[in-house]
DNA sequence: CTGAAAGCGCTTACAG
DNA sequence: CTGAAAGCGCTTACAG
């Protein structure tokens, strides 16, 4: 007989159709006695919801959309991604939500997309990553009245509620632990100078080295790409007094950067030392292993979908939530400076 | 007034909203002029197909499933991934079709994702990935009557559409490369043995090895994971006389593999000579960088996507498609072995 | 607390 | 080639 509807259930439990929608999505408007035996015949009858049909009757589409807007040159989907879709995924798929995902080029191409799935209705609410200084998505999404969690902050995203992590604290804590190393020379292998967290980062930075009284401390702004990583790296490291620690604002970049300190015979930690901002399987399995700054991602991403779904039930009722600050897993790629070739190991 | 409807396109253009229909969706059943009318007026009044109602109507929910199935300690979404739904999306967002995109722990929870989906309407086709050699997917797929396109193969794959490249032949393009370069005894660190690419892999390194009389060649599962392959990688390297190439089934493993001969003061390509089967900006960051099996992997997705959208229109219709075989890219992990520690340097 | 009805925005036979 | 109508499977006012 094909699918089962609410209207076999009705049938088949004496009641009308409207008696069995309140019964299978809990609201009042049925006595309790009927409601169990609503949900008991829909389990026999092995009945799943149709999501177009809910989606149509109901105006919820059922699906929150998430775009990724990066070159094709760089890592495309970065370990930090996948494991913030399987957090995303751990708290949507509990409640039946699906989730949209799209790569695309650039952010006018995302725009785009916002403004295809809102006309299309497709998506019921965004998540919004990458925020910029002077983010244009903003005001789109504000505009289109779709519920949106920014995944980035605090400050520069409108009304829009947002889920961050202190990137500000967490330059300080790698600068602190540098200093304490005796580094007095560090430079920091910046992303794009457009996000948000680079621009934190770069001032935190500036603010550690001036408080500390460094003898040098300098921002490098970068594309991401493992490619600006190694030029900028080379760079460096070819200047008369060179830097004796580098923080580089992505795993990708930190492997890069070690890679050319081996061609140019830098020895690792032993004449540099390097620091990852991010942490990943890439910071793990390199030589020497790197030390990083390590957070929990996925639990990261099964709070950015909570504040999302309390979102869509209530978007006026949601507040901006701070997460931990990731915090320095030491590994080997950092020591004191001017250990010299020495220390180089292996 | 709120989104347009076809039914606000019908009252302006004055037709039915039947004939808005078959136009829109560039259908017989309307004249040349009326067509180009209404495609006017909906263009006029920013018309915008809804998708839920699109999908209840007709009976096509307007989108794709892709499940991953990793378990969590393995990278998770890696490089290869990240290409293919690019690829993918590219394709398939050109005919306003959604992917679905969806990563659980094993085999039996995908299982699962595919009968919900199913029941709920939620996709019209599946594309299967990893395929096993006894994969118990296939059955179920078939039994749900889902469309569905494998990536795999060839053979295993029941009744369903396969679109495939030959690992056997990329992997004899490998050992005739090793061989060639004087290599006798050559080890092969595979993935996971229920995988159907690996069990050819396998097999196709036994009947070089034969073929070209080598002193030795070993294939030795794995689960994929760097853990397991630096353990792997240190166990072969630890033997007397140990193998002086290895094949990586994985660029992750490859790295870790890597690392572990850094570790030992295995020099390479001196004394050992590295390949991996898969390449990605891992392969070409390390140092030395890897020599490696390259494929364009998002014309791959692209025509995986094609080969599901025909499906969608014609179940019986599709073929399987051979696509071109990996090509091995050169670099610097590979060399004449026995050239010892004297290369080592860099 | 419950039932009968209308409606969400499309698609698709079925008559003309 | 075209129009009027029914229907996809739900949800949600609106009466009782």
Redesign the interface.
Known sequence: MG?PTIADIARQAGVSKGAVSFALNGRPGVSQATRERILRVAEEM?W??????R??GGSR?GAVGLVIARP?RT???E?F???L??GL?AVL?ARSV??????VEDTEAEIEVYR?WS????VDGLILVDLQVHDPRIAVLEALALPTVVLGGPGRHGSLPSVWADDREAMLSIVDYLAALGHRRIAHLAGLPAFHHTQRRMRALRDAAKRLGLEEAVSVPTDFS?AEG?AATRALLARGRRPTAIVYDSD?MA??G??VA??M?VSVPGELSIVSFDD???A????P?LTALSRDTFALGGQVARVLLAALDDPAGVRDVRTPTPRLTVRESTAPPGLGRASKT?
């Open positions: 699918r092995n799943r919801p149709h999501s177009a049909a989606a149509l589409a094709a890592i495309g989907v370990p991604f996948s494991q879709l399987s995924q798929s699906a989730l949209q995902l799209m790569v295809r006309s299309e209705h497709r493992d190694a990708v492997v890069a070690l890679g081996a061609e015979g990943s399987v890439l793990r399995i390199v030589h292993a292996v």
